[in-house]
């Protein structure tokens, strides 16, 4: 639920405060910044229209990294 809510407050609200949105929340801004990165890269798939196992995979390989 967290991370929902990360997403929700500076994402899709647009709040630009990262700072508030990390002292609500009790997370570091790398977790904040972590989150918002990940979620952009499911709608990111999500508009390509990929599937949810596609999807998956697309962003677990992404955050591996090149080359693995």
Known sequence: PHREM??????????????YVTH?????S???RRYISGFKKVLLCYR?????G???YDVH???????L
């Open 6 to 19: 990360i997403v929700r407050k500076l994402f899709l609200q647009g709040n630009p405060l990262t700072r």
């Open 24 to 28: 609500q929340t009790c997370h570091s």
């Open 30 to 32: 790398e977790a904040v």
């Open 48 to 52: 390509k229209g990929l599937n949810d």
């Open 54 to 56: 596609q999807t998956a």
């Open 61 to 67: 390989v992404q955050a591996l990294g090149p080359g």
